[in-house]
Structures are given as structure tokens and as C-alpha cells.
């Protein structure tokens, strides 16, 4: 009996984490977003499912965009991560645990305001745009604040390390011998590479795309730090919402469909790259 | 012996599947050098089935990993069916390996494992479906085409490594402990497997092991080696029999290794007289009076008595230390009067009872045609 019981005693802690601070909030939330009213006079729960329909058709503008910058950013992740996380795992030698750390390192400092040493970096008259501009190598309105590329750009940043890490972990446990008996087999080395090592890492990718892709398309900072005010991103649609218009109905409607939106594109992608086959069509 | 000089004879006529010649190889690790394989000279015959045999860290992967193209020796040549390959990369080189832990692809099917080598070459389609048919056919796995690796058992992941590895044809095979993962059992059918494949398709096999019951058993030369160099490489029997060194006789089977001062030379024996009555003759001994020789005497060829034996046998005296029975078999370990410890097999067939018990003094006797001098 006890030994049966064991399991779900283990389970028991994290389960409750969860059910009292996911889904009880969620279950709020979720009420609130079928709700009408306002702060002063309070909110009633009338099932009034237009919230969605009303938020998505004012909002779509930012909702496209934040998918899209979630897609830019992710991809330039998986292209910068894997060539260091693949530096690491086969070159790294004894001190891959050190280039990690370095590579972790700027992340041990606050998000917020890492972006904003960004926003001075990039400044329209800063360290790296003011002399060029006086040398004449770039026009005097040239700017990279409050455009699309520098919200990218400090997503991309920001959310780095989420993707090294699972893709350097795939990599590393790659046998070396398995590219030993694909080179044995007369695959070169770029044939080994594409046959043998990643396939093998096309779990670690698709973590890594994971856990970037969903909190970058929802993330606001970087699009209120960098982005100015032509490139808000759907995440300060909600935070406005809910600090500024009070709205909590329309930014609980807006939360969920990016949830369903973020969920279904995840199902869609995992039912795609997950399968087995997948890997097998690669390896041929 | 027929066995023996066909073997030198294939050798002399054609072109050589492999030679090593003068091959050393060093590491550098944490600063310091680690020569692994220091001077080691080979000749394999095209269609030998020839063993690389020593302990654990003598150098028999990193000589093997040279071959294949995996590490390239730091000196001496590496020649292949008559070229030099110093330099060409493994997927040039006309030989495959069967690495120890086999390194099967584990995203792919047994087909598409064994398919790989095949594919990277262009073979066209139809001909990749029926070659690895056939391979799968040759290993005993066919209908199992669409399993992967890790639903295999160990001896069947081991035969589509083999698989793998036979379907290119290589010119030579090279087998690194294909065998050490399995259980005795299948060790032993996969021993008389791997002959038979060999057999049938003719190629060389460099076959590398540390038992050297499978080496015995399976080769048509063994090489010997201790620490990165080899001490003896001959057939079977010759290197059973005739243990070149003293490394040799012990890593080779149990073998007792005596040693003494030679007393007298008759003609071509040498005879050591370690004590009243006592006598080991050792023909084809080249000693003189006065100097040293080691030599070995096989366990099963020694015989163990209460009393002297007649005649012109060896015999040496000796307290019996233990005895250990094994079914057919009675392990006796001896004391000899010469300082050495001499290990004696009785088959138990011939006597009901043991014939001495621990702490008895016994003779043992044995013909002087058994006793070899090291290094003869
Ligand atoms: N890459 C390397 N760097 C440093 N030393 C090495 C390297 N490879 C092998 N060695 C050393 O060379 C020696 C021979 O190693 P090798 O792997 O050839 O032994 P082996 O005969 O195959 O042993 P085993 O039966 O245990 O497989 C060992 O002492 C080993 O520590
Ligand atoms: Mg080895």
C-alpha cells in the first residue's frame, strides 16, 4: 500500500504549487475574460465571448507582429546557439563548463536592466552610432532604436542562453564514436554532420525553440525598451489593458487566444519535428 | 605445420592486405607523453583472419584506430593493399572497423544502419535494397529491417554493427572487441558466426581481443602485445607452445615459467640440476654451461606422483600448496624446490582419489620434449 502510494506522495508538493498558483489564477483568469463591466461598478460574469472576437480584430496588427518578431527572434536564436553550443560540446575539452558559465554570465544580471544597456548602447547619438555618424559613414537620421530589428535584435539577446543550453546538452551527448563510424562508413565531414549529429540534435532544437519561442512572442520589455511606439508588440497590448484601460476582460481575452494560438503553433510544430521519421528521412 | 607454411607462402606472394611499419604513436595528455604503440611491424595477408591479442591498455585500439584513420601515427607507415594511407581520412580508406561498443546510429532503422556506408557512396537504389537484404539474410536479421538499435539485444545489435560494416566489402575488416559485451554463451556462437562469415566472404579480419581462448580459437596469426609492443606473432599453436618471452607464456593460458642454471649441455639440451635427483632438460636450448635459462612447461603436460619418476622424464620436487578439484579437472598448485610456483592439471579420469593433498611432498615429472626455453 505504501509502496503504491509512494509516487503520487512525490508528486505531491509541485502538484499543489501548481494548482494553487497555475490553475486556480488560470481558472480567474479565464472567467474574467467572458466577464463585462468595469473597475468602478464591477465585473459580471455574462459569458460575453465577443471579448475575444472585440480584442483580436482591434489587435491583430500587434498579434501578427509579435508572432512574427517570436519566429525572427527564435530563428536567429537556433543560429547563433548551435555553432556555440556545438563549439562547446566537441571543443571545449576540459573547460566546457567554464564557457558555459561565461556564456551565462551576462544573465546573472537583471533583465530589465540589461535592456536598457542596450537601449544606451544603441542610442541614436551613443558609442557605437555617434562616431560613426561624425566619421560620415552613416547618415545623421540613421537610427536602430524604435525599429523592428533592435526589438529582434534584444530578443534575440535576451533569450540566448534558453537555447544554447538544451542544444549544447543534445550535442553533448552525442558518442563521439558514432561521427568516428559515419567518417569510417565514407561520409565526409560535412555528410557526418548532417547524417549522424543533427538528427541527434533535433531534440535539443526543438527545446530550445520551446522555451524561446512562447515567452519571446509574449515578451513586452524589449518592445517597450527598444521597440518605441510603432513596434508594441502584443504583450504591451495586454499590460496596457490591464494597468492602464483597467480592461481586465479584453486583456484576459487577448492572454488566452496568444495561449491558443502559442499552443495549437507548438502541437502543429511538435507533430511535425517529433516524430521519429522525421529523424529517419533526415538520416537517409 | 602444413597449416603454417601455406600461410607464409600466401604472405610472400601477393600484395600484403595491411602492413605496419615502424609504427609509434604518442598522446599528449596533461603535459605529459603517452606512447601508446612504440615500433610495431605487421605483415596481414589478404583473407587473414589475424588477432591482435593483450591486456587491457597494450595499444591494440590505438593500433587498430591507425589502421581505420582515426589517429595518425606520430611515426612509421601505414600501408594498405600496397599504398601508403599516412594522411587520407578514414571515409578514403578501404577497410571498415566494428567498433567495441558497436556505435550503432540510434535514430535510424537496422536497414538504414546498414544501408549508410552504401548510400554515402551513390549505390543506386535498387542495388542498396537487395545488398542490404542480403547482408541482413548473411547475419541471420532479416525481418527486422524497421527495429532500431535499442530494440535489439546485444548479440543482434553486434551482428548488424558486423553487417554494417561487410555490406561496403571492404578490403579488410577490423573488429575491436566485437565480442566483449556478450555473455559467454553467445560469445561462444557468435565466435563460430564471425569464422563462418569470414569464411564466406573471404576478406581480411583484424580482430582485436584480450581472451585469448577466442584468439586461439578463431585466428590464422595472433600477434601479441604488451605495452606497445609485440612480443610474439605466429599461428596459434606456435604461440601456444612456443611462447617467445616470458610475457608470453604467462598472458598465453597458465603456463609455469622456471628458470635455473644451466648445469651441463648435452649436445643441444640443456639440463638444470636443482637438487639431488632433481633434472629439467630443455632441448634446443642454446645455453652454455654456467648461464641462465627460462622455460616453460605447460599445466596438462606435467605429471604428479608420491615417488621419483624412472626413465630420462624431467622431475622436480615440490610441497604441494593447493588443491583445487574442477569436475574433470584437478588443479594442483606445487611448491617447487626451485622457488617457483608450478601449476599442474590432472584429469580425473585416471585416478579416483586426488592424488596428493595439500602439504604433501610430490614429484612431478614430465617429457623433456615439453619444455621450452623462452625466447628459443
Ligand atoms: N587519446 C588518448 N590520449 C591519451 N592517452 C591515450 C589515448 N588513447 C589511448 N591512450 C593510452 O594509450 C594506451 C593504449 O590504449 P588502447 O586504447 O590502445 O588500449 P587497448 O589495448 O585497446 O586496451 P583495452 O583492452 O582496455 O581496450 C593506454 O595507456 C591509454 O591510456
Ligand atoms: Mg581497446
Known amino acids: 500500500m505504501r509502496r503504491r ?16 498558483f497555475f490553475v486556480l489564477p488560470m481558472v480567474v483568469m479565464l472567467s474574467f475574460s467572458l466577464m463585462q463591466g468595469d473597475v468602478v461598478n464591477g465585473f459580471q460574469l455574462t459569458w460575453h465571448w465577443q471579448n475575444y472576437t472585440d480584442s483580436l480584430s482591434a489587435y491583430d496588427d500587434q498579434l501578427i507582429r509579435s508572432l512574427v518578431y517570436g519566429l525572427l527572434a527564435t530563428a536567429a536564436c537556433v543560429l547563433l546557439a548551435y555553432p556555440a553550443a556545438y563549439w562547446i560540446a566537441f571543443r571545449g575539452g576540459s573547460r566546457k563548463s567554464t564557457y558555459l558559465f561565461l556564456m551565462l554570465l551576462p544573465f546573472f544580471v537583471s533583465f530589465v536592466l540589461r535592456t536598457f544597456s542596450w537601449k544606451f548602447l544603441l542610442a541614436d547619438d551613443g558609442i557605437v552610432l555617434g562616431p560613426l555618424k561624425n566619421a560620415g559613414l552613416l547618415p545623421q537620421d540613421f537610427h536602430v532604436l524604435a525599429t523592428g530589428f533592435a526589438v529582434v535584435a534584444g530578443l534575440t539577446y535576451n533569450y540566448l542562453p534558453f537555447m544554447v543550453l538544451p542544444i549544447y546538452v543534445a550535442l553533448e551527448r552525442v558518442d563521439p564514436r558514432l561521427i568516428e563510424a559515419a567518417q569510417d562508413l565514407y561520409a565526409g565531414r560535412a555528410q557526418a554532420f548532417l547524417r549522424v549529429v543533427l538528427p541527434l540534435s533535433v531534440p535539443g532544437v526543438f527545446a530550445g525553440v520551446l522555451m524561446t519561442f512562447v515567452p519571446v512572442s509574449a515578451d513586452y520589455v524589449n518592445a517597450t525598451v527598444l521597440g518605441g511606439t510603432n513596434n508594441t508588440m502584443i504583450g504591451n497590448v495586454i499590460q ?45 | 605445420m602444413t597449416e603454417l607454411r601455406e600461410t607464409e607462402a600466401a604472405t610472400a606472394a601477393k600484395v600484403a592486405a595491411i602492413e605496419l611499419r615502424g609504427v609509434v604513436k604518442s598522446f599528449q595528455s596533461h603535459g605529459e607523453t603517452v606512447t601508446a604503440v612504440r615500433g610495431v611491424d605487421l605483415t596481414i595477408a589478404e583473407g587473414e583472419f589475424f588477432s591482435l591479442l593483450g591486456p587491457s591498455g597494450c595499444g591494440k585500439t590505438t593500433t587498430m584506430r591507425m589502421i581505420a584513420g582515426f589517429d595518425e601515427p606520430t611515426e612509421g607507415q601505414i600501408i594498405l593493399h600496397g599504398g601508403d594511407v599516412v594522411g587520407v581520412p578514414p571515409n578514403r580508406r578501404d577497410v571498415n572497423m566494428v567498433f567495441q561498443s558497436y556505435a550503432l546510429f540510434p535514430h535510424m532503422s537496422v536497414f538504414e544502419n546498414v544501408a549508410f556506408g552504401l548510400r554515402r557512396k551513390n549505390t543506386p537504389k535498387d542495388e542498396v535494397t537487395r545488398r542490404v537484404g542480403e547482408m541482413l539474410e548473411i547475419v541471420d536479421l532479416a525481418g527486422r529491417e524497421k527495429r532500431r538499435p535499442r530494440e535489439l539485444s546485444g548479440g543482434q545489435q553486434q551482428r548488424v554493427a558486423l553487417a554494417r560494416a561487410l555490406v561496403n566489402r571492404p578490403r579488410a575488416l577490423l573488429l575491436d572487441e566485437p565480442l566483449g559485451a556478450l555473455d559467454l554463451k553467445l560469445r561462444q556462437a557468435m565466435q563460430v558466426e564471425l569464422k563462418r562469415i569470414q569464411r564466406e566472404v573471404g576478406i581480411t579480419f583484424v580482430y582485436v581481443t584480450h581472451d585469448q581462448g577466442e584468439a586461439l580459437t578463431m585466428s590464422d596469426r595472433i600477434a601479441v602485445m604488451n605495452e606497445g609492443v609485440i612480443e610474439q606473432l605466429g599461428p596459434p599453436r606456435q604461440v601456444y607452445e612456443r611462447p617467445a618471452t616470458a ?6 593460458g597458465t603456463s609455469n615459467v622456471l628458470s635455473g642454471t644451466v648445469a651441463r649441455a648435452d649436445g643441444d639440451t640443456a639440463v638444470i640440476e636443482p637438487g639431488p635427483g632433481e633434472r629439467i632438460l630443455i632441448p ?33 620436487r615440490g610441497t604441494v600448496t593447493e588443491v583445487v578439484y574442477l569436475g574433470t579437472f584437478t588443479n594442483y598448485t606445487v611448491r617447487t624446490s626451485t622457488g617457483a610456483e608450478v601449476v599442474v592439471f590432472v584429469q580425473n579420469a585416471s585416478s579416483a582419489d586426488d592424488v596428493a593433498a595439500s602439504g604433501d611432498t610430490v614429484w612431478l615429472s614430465w617429457e623433456p620434449r615439453h619444455s621450452y626455453a623462452i625466447g628459443a
Not at chain 1, 502510494?5 to 494553487?20: F, K, N
Not at chain 1, 511535425?272 to 533526415?282: I, S
Open chain 2, 247 to 252: 610475457f608470453v607464456a604467462g598472458f598465453i
Open chain 1, 240 to 284: 496596457n489593458l490591464y494597468l492602464v484601460n483597467n480592461d481586465y476582460p479584453q486583456a484576459a481575452a487577448l492572454s488566452f487566444a496568444l495561449m491558443a494560438i502559442l499552443l495549437i503553433g507548438i502541437f502543429a510544430y511538435a507533430r511535425a519535428l517529433g516524430t521519429e521519421d522525421v529523424l529517419e528521412v533526415a538520416a537517409r
Open chain 2, 284 to 316: 634446443g636450448a642454446a645455453a652454455e654451461a654456467g648461464g641462465t635459462v627460462e622455460l616453460t612447461v605447460r599445466p596438462e603436460k606435467i605429471a604428479i606422483g608420491l615417488h621419483p619418476p624412472d626413465g630420462e622424464a624431467c622431475a622436480l
Open chain 1, 5 to 20: 502510494l509512494a509516487p503520487y506522495l512525490l508528486v505531491l508538493p509541485g502538484g499543489l504549487w501548481l494548482a494553487i
